[in-house]
C-alpha cells in the first residue's frame, strides 16, 4: 500500500514535488562542487618536466612543522613556507659519491636583470638536467665573469658567443662575456653562470632549490632513492615519481592548503547548509500535506505505513533530483578552479580531479536529508490517534514544541560563544569562525522560527494595518501562520547573514587597509619596477668595490632626504599549538630614515633600532600581544625558507595591516627569498625641494623596468595583494547566497500556491482580485523586512568581534554593496510570491476551494 501511494503521489501530483526537487538539485550541485575541489586539494600533482630525466630528487621539506604532547598522544602541526625551502648545497658530494649516482646536479633558478631582458639564472652544473637535449650546443662553458646564453635569447638580442651583456642578479652584477649558447629552453629565457659565481649571484649562497640525481647503468629508481636516502639522512627529503614535480611547482604546496581549505572547511558549511535547506524544504512539503495524512489516517492507515510512504517518496524522489544536480556541480567546480588558476593560486599544471566519492557522496547526503525531514515532518499525523487526525491537521499548532524551542536557545548560545571566543583571536583564525558563528545563529533561527515570526508579525502588524484592508489582512495572517512566515523568513536571513557576513568582513579588511596606508605612508615617491624587482647594493670583497643599489643611488640625488627599500616577505609565528604566516617587510637602508617615509603609529620601542642588528624585528601590536611578546623580548619565527630565527623585538606598532605584520632588516631576509629584490623604494623629498625635479632625476637611474609613482602606487599594490581574498570571498557568498536565494524562491513559491483554499475562501468572502494581490504584496515585504533585519543582525553580531579581531575596527559596510543585496532580496520576494499568486487568481473561487492542493 504504501508504495503504491508514493508511486501516485509522484505521478498524478507532480506539482507538490517540485519545491523538494529544486532544494535537492542544488544541494547536490553545492555539494559536489565542494567536494570535487577538496578531492583535488588531497590528490593535487603536477607531471615531473624539468626532472623527468632524473628519476630521483632531493629537496627541502616545503613545511614548517611543530611537534607537542596532549595528555598521551603525540601531535604535529604543519604550516606551508611563505617562499621556497632549499637545501645544504653540500648534499651533492655526499649524494655523487654513492656507488649507483652517475650524476648529482645542484639546481637553483634566480632572476636576472639585463639587455635581452628578464632571465632565469642557473649554475652550468644544471645544463644537462632535463636530459641529453639540454646541452652546450656553441662555444665552452663559463669560467668567472662569463655567462652562456640559451640560443633563443641570445638571437632575439642580436648576441653571439665573443660578445659582452650586462646583468643584475640579486648577489651582484656587472658585465660577462658570453663564452658559449644552449639549447633552447621549454621554461623560457635562461642564463648560465659558472657554479661559484651562481652561487654568489643567487643571493643564497651554500643552498640550492633542490638536487637531482641521475643513476648508473642498471640502477632501479628505487635502489637509486634508497642509496640517496641513506646519504642526506634526514637533512632533506627524497623525492620520486609525480613527487618531482612539487619540487618543480613548489606552489603547489599553497595549492593543496587552498583546495583543501574550500572544498573542506568551506565545504564543510555549504554541506551543512545544503541539507539544511533540503532539510526544510522536504519539512515545508510534508507539512503542506497534513490534510491528506491526517485522511489517510482517518481512513485507517497505520503510522508505519504513513512513515513507509514518506520513506518511498525520498527514495523515488531524493536520487534523481541528485544525480541531475551532479553535472552542474561539476561545472561549478571546474569554473571556481579556473578562477585560481587564474589568479595564480594553483599551478597551471594542476588539473580538476573528477572522481566518483563527491558524486556518491551528494547523492547519499540529499537522500538521508530528505528521508530524515519527511521523518521528522510526519512524526505528529504519524502519531496522532485517526479520529483526531483531519481537525489537527486544518489548525497550526499553537506554539513549538519544547525540544525544538530548546534547541533553539542552545543554538542561539553556541553562536554567542563562538562570537565571544572569535573575538580572542587575531587574523585568519578569526576570520575562520565565522561562517561556524553564522550557522549557529540560523540554526537557531530555523528552530526558533514561528517565535522570531510572531515577534516579527506584532512589531510590523501595526504599521501593516494603517495600510488598509489588504494590509490589516497581510497583518492577521502572517500573526495567525507564524509557522509559514518562519519558513519563508528563514532562507531570506539565510541569503542575508552568508552575503553580509562574507561580503563585510573582506571590505572591512579592505577599507582598514586603505585607511592604515593612506595615513602611514608619507614618501613624496614610490620607485617599482615592472620586472622581478629593484636591485639592492652588494657589499665589497677582498680587491673588489660594492655595487651601489637603487636605494643608495636614489639616496644620493638632489633634494632627496631619505630612501627607503622594502622587500615583501613573509613569516610563519607559532601561537600555542598553532602555526600561522605573516605578511612581512624588509627593510633596506638607514633605519632611523623609515620614520621620514613610513607613519606606522609606533606604540613601543623605536624603528630606528630595527637596524642596527639583523637579528632584530618590529611586530603589529596585534601579533606582539598574540605572542606575548614586549620590547627587549624573543620571538620564535620562521623566514620565507623555513630558517628558524629568534630576533630580539625593539618596537610594536599599529599600522601592520596595511603594511605588514613584521618588520626585519633586509640583511635578514635577502637570503632566505627565491628573488632578494626590493619590491618598493620609498623616497621622501628634502624640505623646499622641487618634487618634479626629484621625480625626473629618480626616472634617470637608468635602471630596467623601473617606474616612477606617487603614494598612490603604494596602495594599489597593497590592494592587488588583497585582490584574491576578496575574490574567493566573494564567489563563497556567490555559491552560499546564492542557494539560499534559490531556496528562498522555492520556500516562497510553495507556500503561495499552498493558500489556495485560503485565497478561495477570501474571494468568495467579498476580497478583490486587487486586495489580494496587495495582500501577497505586504505579506512579501513583511517577510523581506524580516529576513533582512535577522540576517543583518546576524552578520552584525558575528562581524564585529571578527573584524576587531582582524583589524581592530568595526565593520564596514559599503551602501554599494549592501543596498543592491537589501533590493534584491526584497524583488526576490515580491517576485517569487506576485508570480504564483497571480496563477491562482486566473481560477474561479468556486475552483480553487474544491481544487487539488
Not at 485507517?300 to 513507509?308: F, K, L
Not at 673588489?544 to 643599489?549: D, L
Request: hydrophobic content about 50%; aromatic content about 4%.
Amino acid at each position: 500500500m504504501s508504495n503504491g501511494l508514493a508511486r501516485a503521489s509522484v505521478r498524478f501530483r507532480p506539482a507538490s514535488f517540485v519545491g523538494t526537487f529544486v532544494a535537492l538539485f542544488f544541494a547536490a550541485a553545492v555539494i559536489t562542487a565542494c567536494g570535487t575541489l577538496l578531492q583535488t586539494g588531497i590528490t593535487a600533482s603536477v607531471p615531473s618536466a624539468r626532472y623527468a630525466a632524473a628519476p630521483v630528487v632531493v629537496a627541502a621539506d616545503p613545511t614548517v612543522g611543530i611537534t607537542f604532547r596532549e595528555g598521551e598522544d603525540t601531535d604535529t602541526e604543519e604550516q606551508p613556507v611563505p617562499d621556497r625551502a632549499r637545501v645544504d648545497a653540500a648534499l651533492t658530494a655526499r649524494i655523487a659519491a654513492q656507488p649507483g649516482v652517475a650524476a648529482a646536479r645542484p639546481d637553483s633558478a634566480f632572476p636576472v636583470q639585463g639587455g635581452p631582458g628578464p632571465l632565469t639564472g642557473r649554475g652550468f652544473a644544471a645544463l644537462g638536467i632535463a636530459g641529453p637535449q639540454d646541452r652546450l650546443v656553441e662555444g665552452r662553458a663559463p669560467g668567472a665573469g662569463e655567462v652562456v646564453l640559451d640560443a633563443d635569447t641570445a638571437r632575439a638580442a642580436q648576441l653571439a658567443p665573443g660578445g659582452t651583456v650586462a646583468l643584475t642578479a640579486p648577489g651582484g652584477g656587472g658585465s660577462y662575456r658570453i663564452s658559449g649558447l644552449a639549447a633552447p629552453q621549454s621554461a623560457g629565457p635562461t642564463a648560465w653562470f659558472a657554479d661559484q659565481q651562481a652561487d654568489r649571484l643567487s643571493g643564497h649562497p651554500g643552498r640550492v632549490d633542490a638536487i637531482a640525481v641521475q643513476p648508473r647503468e642498471g640502477v632501479t629508481a628505487d635502489a637509486l632513492a634508497a642509496q640517496v636516502g641513506t646519504a642526506v639522512g634526514g637533512a632533506a627529503e627524497v623525492r620520486t615519481g609525480r613527487d618531482r614535480g612539487t619540487v618543480e611547482q613548489p606552489a603547489l604546496t599553497g595549492a593543496r592548503e587552498a583546495l583543501a581549505g574550500i572544498g573542506g572547511s568551506f565545504g564543510g558549511i555549504a554541506t551543512m547548509t545544503a541539507v539544511f535547506v533540503v532539510v526544510s524544504t522536504v519539512a515545508l512539503a510534508t507539512g503542506q500535506r497534513a490534510r491528506e495524512f491526517a485522511l489517510l489516517r482517518a481512513v485507517g492507515a497505520t503510522p508505519r505505513q504513513i512513515r513507509r510512504t514518506i520513506a518511498t517518496e525520498a527514495m523515488l524522489v531524493a536520487p534523481l533530483a541528485a544525480a541531475i544536480g551532479i553535472l552542474p556541480g561539476l561545472g561549478l567546480a571546474r569554473w571556481w578552479f579556473g578562477g585560481m588558476v587564474e589568479r595564480g593560486v594553483v599551478p597551471e599544471a594542476v588539473e580538476l580531479s573528477v572522481g566518483p566519492l563527491p558524486m556518491v557522496a551528494a547523492v547519499v547526503l540529499c537522500t538521508l536529508a530528505a528521508l530524515a525531514a519527511g521523518f521528522f515532518a510526519a512524526r505528529r499525523p504519524a502519531r496522532m490517534r485517526a479520529s483526531q487526525a483531519l481537525g489537527a491537521a486544518a489548525v497550526e499548532p499553537s506554539r513549538p514544541g519544547w525540544i525544538r524551542t530548546g534547541l533553539g536557545l542552545l543554538f542561539t548560545a553556541g553562536g554567542v560563544v563562538l562570537a565571544g571566543v572569535a573575538a580572542g583571536l587575531n587574523g585568519s583564525d578569526a576570520a575562520n569562525t565565522a561562517l561556524g558563528v553564522v550557522m549557529c545563529f540560523l540554526t537557531a533561527v530555523a528552530l526558533l522560527g514561528p517565535w522570531v515570526a510572531r515577534v516579527a508579525a506584532g512589531l510590523l502588524g501595526v504599521p501593516l494595518r494603517a495600510g488598509g484592508a489588504s494590509g490589516s489582512l497581510a497583518a492577521d495572517n502572517t500573526r495567525a501562520n507564524a509557522r509559514r512566515l518562519a519558513s519563508a523568513i528563514t532562507p531570506i536571513a539565510m541569503v542575508t547573514a552568508f552575503c553580509g557576513t562574507l561580503l563585510f568582513m573582506q571590505s572591512t579588511v579592505r577599507h582598514e587597509s586603505g585607511e592604515q596606508v593612506r595615513a602611514g605612508l608619507t614618501a613624496d615617491h614610490v620607485l617599482g619596477s615592472t620586472g622581478p624587482g629593484l636591485p639592492a647594493a652588494v657589499p665589497g670583497t677582498a680587491g673588489a668595490a660594492g655595487t651601489p643599489g637603487v636605494v643608495e643611488r636614489a639616496a644620493g640625488l638632489p633634494g632627496v632626504e631619505a630612501a627607503v627599500g622594502v622587500l615583501r616577505t613573509g613569516v610563519v609565528y607559532r601561537e600555542g599549538h598553532d602555526l600561522d604566516s605573516a605578511a612581512a617587510l624588509g627593510i633596506t637602508g638607514d633605519s632611523s630614515r623609515l620614520a621620514r617615509v613610513l607613519d606606522l603609529d609606533v606604540r613601543t620601542g623605536s624603528l630606528a633600532d630595527l637596524g642596527r642588528s639583523p637579528d632584530t624585528v618590529a611586530l603589529d601590536a596585534a601579533l606582539a600581544s598574540a605572542l606575548g611578546a614586549g620590547v627587549g623580548e624573543r620571538v620564535q619565527l620562521w623566514l620565507g625558507d623555513g630558517t628558524e630565527t629568534k630576533p630580539l623585538v625593539v618596537a610594536t606598532y599599529g599600522r601592520g595591516l596595511g603594511f605588514g605584520q613584521a618588520l626585519l632588516p633586509r640583511a635578514a631576509v635577502a637570503e632566505h627569498v627565491s628573488a632578494a629584490f626590493d619590491q618598493q623604494v620609498l623616497v621622501a623629498d628634502a624640505p623646499g625641494a622641487d618634487r618634479a625635479a626629484v621625480a625626473r632625476g629618480l626616472a634617470g637611474l637608468g635602471v630596467p623596468g623601473l617606474t616612477v609613482t606617487d603614494r598612490a602606487g603604494f596602495a594599489a599594490q597593497a590592494d592587488k595583494d588583497q585582490e584574491m581574498g576578496a575574490w574567493v570571498n566573494a564567489v563563497m557568498a556567490g555559491v552560499l547566497g546564492g542557494f539560499a536565494a534559490v531556496t528562498a524562491a522555492n520556500t516562497l513559491v510553495m507556500t503561495v500556491l499552498d493558500r489556495r483554499r485560503e485565497v478561495a475562501l477570501l474571494r468568495l468572502a467579498g476580497t478583490t482580485r486587487g486586495q489580494v494581490r496587495r495582500m501577497m504584496r505586504w505579506e512579501a515585504l513583511l517577510v523581506a523586512a524580516t529576513g533582512l533585519g535577522v540576517g543583518a543582525v546576524i552578520a552584525w553580531v558575528t562581524l564585529v568581534p571578527i573584524t576587531r579581531g582582524l583589524t581592530g575596527a568595526t565593520p564596514y559596510v559599503p551602501p554599494g554593496t549592501a543596498l543592491p543585496l537589501a533590493a534584491g532580496a526584497v524583488v526576490l520576494c515580491l517576485a517569487a510570491t506576485a508570480l504564483p499568486a497571480r496563477a491562482l487568481l486566473r481560477s474561479s473561487p468556486i475552483a480553487m476551494s474544491g481544487g487539488k492542493q
